[in-house]
């Protein structure tokens, strides 16, 4: 049964997810960090924090990693993290609103749905089947009319961000399903996610930096000033390494349906920070995008009643 702890965990984590944007905002609108270098020393930072924090809180015991299960943090690191956070990044970078990238992103919980169908064998009932066409809807509303304003919104951007919510529901779904491996706690878990993820951004962005030449994107500026750096160790520490570590301990006793509903106050919280930090406006239309959304996963924060209920009648 699901415990307060595990409640508590995902809501802080998803009020450090909102962080995203403010911190990319300013590294790249302040110190012109391109996105891919930010993508890089966010893992790279959140790595060695995890390596320390296992070290005080565990002293290393247990920091293990099974040959049965390399494939599996393989492809977590893979699709769960690396693709996750450049697909991210490099929206926002690129001059994609907060407001839009993070109502795109949040595609993930109808994606989580049918993931889970298929993946954990979680039932998809009438209710998802409502939710989902609803949260298309509203994302599509967010989107769209930007496009016929004086500042349209990157196409890229849009089709980043969708990315980023199914690279999301990627990881909530197999940090449910393989974070429970025995002999793995929520920091081991996260680590070894990191660790192969960070192997993988090597690859990653030296291929992409072959063929995209935007200096919002590629590039690496290592002759940053100290501000810079430090906004970089605490992009990792802030929106990372402590998010992604109370992820894994939430969905110790949550499933992955019900996480990423909970995980929805990211987006509220992204959007408030936005407008306090960022001066970004919400325009009408995008907040009825975004109440249609947050209406879709209410139907799914609700549907045991509704089961329930039809099921009496």
């Known amino acids: ?10 809501i802080v984590a ?14 790249t609108g302040l110190y012109g960090v391109p996105s891919l270098q930010q993508a890089f020393f966010r893992v790279f930072f959140t790595v060695i924090f995890l390596f320390i924090g296992i070290g005080i809180f565990h002293s290393f015991r247990g920091l293990k990693l099974e040959r049965k299960h390399l494939p599996s943090f393989l492809l977590y690191g893979l699709i769960g993290i690396a693709t996750s956070i450049i697909a991210y990044i490099t929206a926002i970078a690129i001059g994609t609103p907060v407001v839009v990238a993070v109502s795109l992103t949040y595609l993930y919980p109808a994606i989580t749905l049918l993931l889970a169908r298929w993946v954990l064998k979680e039932p998809l009932n009438r ?7 609803l949260s298309v809807g509203g994302a599509i509303i967010v989107s769209l009319p930007l496009e016929i304003t004086a500042s349209p919104v990157p196409v890229v951007g849009i089709i980043l961000a969708v990315a980023n919510g199914i690279f999301a529901a990627f990881y909530v779904i197999f940090g449910r399903k393989w974070g429970g491996h025995e002999g793995y706690n929520p920091s081991m878990t996260t680590f070894w996610g990191y660790l192969f993820a960070l192997l993988w951004m090597i690859p990653l962005i030296f291929s992409i930096n072959l063929v995209v030449t935007d200096p919002l994107v590629s590039g690496f500026h290592f002759l940053l000033p100290l501000p810079a750096w430090l906004l970089l160790i605490g992009f990792a520490f802030v929106s990372t390494t ?8 939430g969905l110790e006793g949550i499933d992955a349906s019900a996480a990423s509903i909970i995980l929805l106050l990211d987006p509220i919280s992204a959007v408030v920070m936005a407008y306090f930090f960022l001066g970004q406006a919400v325009a009408f239309w995008q ?22 209920r039809s099921k009496n009648l």
Request: hydrophobic share 60%; proline share 8%; with cysteine.
């Open 127 to 133: 209710v998802r089947l409502i939710a989902v066409p």
């Open 287 to 308: 907040f009825i995008g975004a109440v249609l959304i947050l209406l879709a996963t209410t139907l799914i924060a609700i549907e045991p009643r509704l089961v329930a």
């Open 14 to 27: 998803a009020v450090c997810f909102g962080t995203i944007p403010i911190f990319s905002s300013y590294l």
């Open 1 to 10: 049964m699901p415990q307060i702890r595990n409640y508590f965990a995902l």
């Open 242 to 249: 402590i998010p992604y570590t109370l992820v894994n301990i």
